[in-house]
């Protein structure tokens, strides 16, 4: 996206609850993301020759360092991307964690010793750092998402330059101070925000020391990205679109599904890959499972986040408009609202109202189209195989969630669906020491976990004669 908000080879970050500016960025052309290139090589070279575990010991640093500055990372948040004080806690609490694993794995880097089955060789299996990464971020998480890129990378042994989403780069930035202080070297951690993100990501891609993508953003950017990796063979790590079914079964605890439903649906505002965004209800509890569900979204007090309020704006008054033809034009097809929270009267455009809709057509495109904020849309099913087929149906598969009485019956049904990630009796999946990833267009590879480090590593086997 080309960014209107600049003045003076500077980008304003805006407030979206207020609209107020909340601090200014520098906004870097091609030519001055290219020149950080030498600066990330030198540091790549000078970072790859530490050890494990100086790397461990300077990530732990970090850690510390997100923890002691917790509140200001929150209030940074909150104030650039409008999520609600305990989203922007616990993210910070989430982002932070990133480095504590990847200060765990850094030394335990995994290798191989085997004998071929000729007998005359020993197969020596070795991972390296893969060189210079480019971490592209988007910003509904500017930290966990930064968090996520950067751990495992510096664990690695790799340099990353990173580009923040332009409406939230000063978390970013404070990440990187944070790192700093905790030792990371000069040209390791570069971050570059712009107001014309392809043409920094351009001069980066284009450079041969460049030798990592790793993108978490919108399937769309996500495709072109692959192409233009494509001309030097970029490795690349890809973070893509969700469009996550929300099962609940006849016999399941319909308390526990309304509770998995809110955090799912509504942590972050609806703002998240892994959002909720379709409800399959049976029809046996579907009157049970929608007053409830709509009970609560119903209390849910929308406001400005800075004052305590559970759901703030989305990201822009765009975003928000987009949302709102989605719900209008599912009522349209026949869908009702159920249930809806109040908005403020002072609310600017960019604040929706939680809304529950019911009666929505299986072939509504609200349930095509990853929603991206606070809507809700149910449908009930009685027959498992084709609500299996409906829910397996989009060209993404990130996450899903199930609920049912019976744990073997949730699993079942989970290793059916075509997700990288299920939530099976519970509203989310995000976990540091997990492997987070789709399957189908919502991505590449998997962030977190020890995979998350594989991904910014490169293999080499040493073929040794053994005669
Ligand atoms: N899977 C996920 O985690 C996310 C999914 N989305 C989905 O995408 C929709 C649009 O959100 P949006 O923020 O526009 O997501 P984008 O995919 O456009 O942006 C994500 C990141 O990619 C950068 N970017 C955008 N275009 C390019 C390009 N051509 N080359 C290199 N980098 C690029 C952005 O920079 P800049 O901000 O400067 O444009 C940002 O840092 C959302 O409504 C949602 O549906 C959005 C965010 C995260
Ligand atoms: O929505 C996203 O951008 C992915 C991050 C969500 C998570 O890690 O839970």
């Known amino acids: 996206m080309t960014i209107e908000h600049t003045q003076n080879g500077t980008l304003a970050v805006l407030n979206p609850a ?19 290139v030498d600066a990330a090589q030198a540091g790549f070279e000078a970072w790859r020759a530490t050890t494990p575990r100086h790397r461990s010991e300077v990530l732990t640093a970090a850690f510390l360092g997100m923890r002691a500055n917790a509140e200001r990372l929150r209030d940074l948040i909150v104030a650039e991307n409008g999520k609600s004080r305990a ?32 007998g005359g060789v020993r197969n020596v299996v070795t991972r390296h750092p893969v060189g210079v990464a480019v971490l592209i971020t988007p910003w509904n998480f500017p930290a966990a998402m930064a968090t996520r890129k950067i751990g495992p990378a510096l664990a690695a042994g790799c340099s990353v330059l990173l580009k923040p989403a332009s409406e939230t780069p000063l978390t970013a930035s404070a990440i990187a101070e944070i790192l700093t202080e905790a030792g990371v070297p000069e040209g390791v951690v570069q971050v570059a925000a712009s107001s014309s993100a392809s043409t920094v990501v351009s001069a980066w891609l284009a450079d041969d020391r460049v030798r990592k993508l790793s993108f978490t953003g919108s399937t769309g950017v996500g495709r072109k990205l692959l192409a233009q990796c494509a001309e030097r063979v970029v490795n690349t790590s890809m ?9 609940v079964t006849a016999g399941a ?3 526990a599904a309304v509770e998995g439903a809110m955090l799912a649906k509504f942590r972050n505002g609806g703002q998240a890959c892994t959002a ?4 399959y209800v049976h029809q ?15 209390a849910l007090r929308v406001g400005d986040p800075a004052q305590g309020a559970d759901i703030g704006p989305v990201i822009t008054q765009k975003a928000a408009a987009e949302i709102r033809g989605l719900v209008q034009r599912a009522q349209e097809q026949g869908a009702v609202i159920a249930a809806q929270a109040l908005l403020p ?3 600017n455009p960019a604040f929706l109202a939680p809304t529950l ?9 609200i349930l095509r189209e990853e929603i991206f904020g606070p809507v809700a849309p149910v449908v009930a099913w009685t027959d498992l195989d084709a609500m299996i087929e409906l829910a397996n149906a989009p060209e993404v598969g990130l996450s899903s969630y199930v609920y049912a009485g019976k744990l073997q019956t949730a699993m079942k049904i989970a290793e059916r669906l075509e997700a990288g990630m299920v939530g099976v009796n519970r509203g989310i999946v995000s976990d540091p020491s997990a492997p987070f990833g789709g399957v189908k267009q919502a991505g590449i590879g998997r962030e977190g976990g020890a995979f998350g480090m594989e991904e910014f590593t490169e293999v080499q086997y040493l073929s040794v004669d053994w005669s």
């Open 239 to 247: 973070e893509l679109g969700g469009n996550a079914p929300f099962i």
């Open 345 to 347: 009267d002072d609310a």
């Open 276 to 279: 909720a965004n379709r409800f």
């Open 284 to 298: 046996d509890v579907l009157g049970e499972f929608t007053e409830k569900f709509g009970a609560r979204i119903a």
């Open 357 to 365: 809709l019911t009666g929505v057509p299986t072939d509504a495109e």
């Open 87 to 118: 989203d922007a806690a616990a993210e910070v609490s989430y982002a932070s964690e990133f480095f504590r694993w990847y200060a765990e794995e850094a030394v335990r880097t995994p290798g191989g010793y085997t004998e071929a089955p000729s």
């Open 253 to 255: 605890d319909i308390d």
């Open 18 to 36: 207020t609209g107020e500016t909340v601090g200014r960025v520098h906004d870097h052309s091609a030519a001055e993301a290219a020149a950080l």
